[in-house]
């Protein structure tokens, strides 16, 4: 709970003096958790930006956000994080011409 407060905290401070890209974008070589922290900046940049990052309780959230991210890092380190976005484009297209 610390840790996410912590996370919201710096995420509004970072996004009120400056752009959060050089916090966001990490290179091939950073450590697991540095792109895990890019990950998680991300995600509630993002989820801030739609106005859903204070819908439902932190817990919830902070559960969502770790969530995407380690399933992220995931394919990623199995080396299909992009192929992952073309097999499902495949899939849904197939599905679609199916109806």
């Given amino acids: 709970m610390k840790k996410v407060c ?10 009120a003096c400056s752009s959060l890209d050089q916090y ?5 070589n950073a450590s697991p ?3 895990f922290r890019a990950c998680a900046l991300s995600e ?3 989820k801030l930006k739609n106005g859903t990052l204070f819908a439902q ?11 995407t991210c380690i399933k992220k ?3 990623e380190s199995a080396g299909i994080d992009e192929e ?5 484009s495949n899939i ?3 599905l679609r011409n199916l109806q």
């Fill in 6 to 15: 912590l996370i919201l905290g710096a995420l509004m401070l970072f996004s």
């Fill in 73 to 75: 890092m995931a394919l």
């Fill in 57 to 67: 309780n932190i817990s919830t959230t902070k559960d969502e956000i770790v969530n």
């Fill in 92 to 94: 849904i297209n197939s």
């Fill in 24 to 28: 966001i974008n990490v290179g091939a």
């Fill in 84 to 88: 992952a976005q073309t097999i499902t």
């Fill in 44 to 46: 509630a940049q993002t």
């Fill in 33 to 35: 958790k540095e792109k």
